[in-house]
């Protein structure tokens, strides 16, 4: 697969796949304005759904909660392998952000319940060289973030969202909410957690987007 050493099994490629590819090569979307979170809430080139788009690789994972788990792992001082109950039992948090699409929809004020990544980091204990996240999803999707990112304040494993289970299409049972990147780092279905001290590029990483993807700083794509 394309320079990945991933060995899950991905689905076929969809049309809206190959057409994402073409969008990083050609710079598709791109204005070249810049504006801070602070001073503006809308990031450049973007435009507000009132409805909330489904975007993955074409296959909902047959994954149900009384077959979950979650792996942490990696370079952490106490490594976790979660069942729902588990997961289910830890501290909750609640956040309502908003979701910034790279395909340029943006969707305000989503309610998101679960764990907060920082409560999450606290338990594994990350070691001192560690710096990178590495998520892996029931579907074989894969993304990575740097540590700071995926710790951010309102950053959290969510398992439901307006207050109902997240729906199967939505990455439920359970899906990382990274509000201030690209959604396409809030990997849905999310199956494992590994902390590194390297960084892995992931799906999107090695097919021509942004190694980061600041919406703010319209890091669409790579060079
Ligand atoms: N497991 C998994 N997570 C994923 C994806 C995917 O294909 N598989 N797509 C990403 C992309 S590109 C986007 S824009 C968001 C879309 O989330 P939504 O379908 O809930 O809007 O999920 C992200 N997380
Ligand atoms: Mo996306």
Same mark, same amino acid.
């Given at each position: 697969?394309?320079?990945? !050493? ?11 796949? /190959?057409?994402?590819?073409? *969008? ?11 504006? /801070? ?7 450049? +080139? ?7 788009? =489904? ?12 077959? *979950?788990?979650?792996?942490? +792992? ?21 956040? =309502? %952000? ?10 305000? !004020? ?18 001192? !060289? ?6 892996? %999803?029931? !579907? ?5 973030? &740097? ?23 939505? +990455? ?11 959604? *396409? ?27 980061? +993807?600041? &919406? ?8």
């Amino acid at each position: 697969m394309t320079g990945s !050493d991933d060995t899950s099994p991905l689905p076929p490629d969809t049309k809206l796949t /190959r057409t994402k590819q073409t *969008w990083a090569r050609q710079g598709k979307f791109l204005t070249g304005r810049h504006a /801070r979170p602070d001073s503006e809430r809308l990031p450049p +080139g973007q435009h507000i759904v009132k409805d909330w788009p =489904v975007l993955d690789l074409g296959v909902v994972p047959s994954i149900t909660r009384d077959h *979950w788990r979650l792996d942490v +792992g990696g370079a952490v001082e106490h490594p976790i392998s979660w069942n729902w109950m588990e997961f289910e039992a830890q501290p909750q948090t609640q956040e =309502v %952000s908003d979701i910034h699409c790279v395909t340029t929809w943006s969707r305000y !004020d989503n309610q998101w319940q679960g764990l907060a990544t920082r409560d999450l980091l606290a338990k594994v204990m990350p070691s001192d !060289d560690a710096a990178f996240v590495i998520l892996t %999803s029931y !579907d074989g999707y894969t993304t990575n973030l &740097p540590l700071e990112d995926f710790a951010a304040e309102d950053a959290m494993i969510a398992h439901s969202w307006q207050g109902q289970p997240l729906p199967a299409e939505h +990455g439920g049972p359970a899906r990382l909410v990274v509000p201030h990147l690209y959604f *396409w780092k809030s990997a849905k279905w999310l199956q494992k957690i590994e902390i590194a001290t390297r960084d892995h590029p992931g799906f999107w990483e090695v097919r021509g987007y942004h190694n980061r +993807g600041d &919406p703010w700083a319209e890091q669409r794509y790579s060079e």
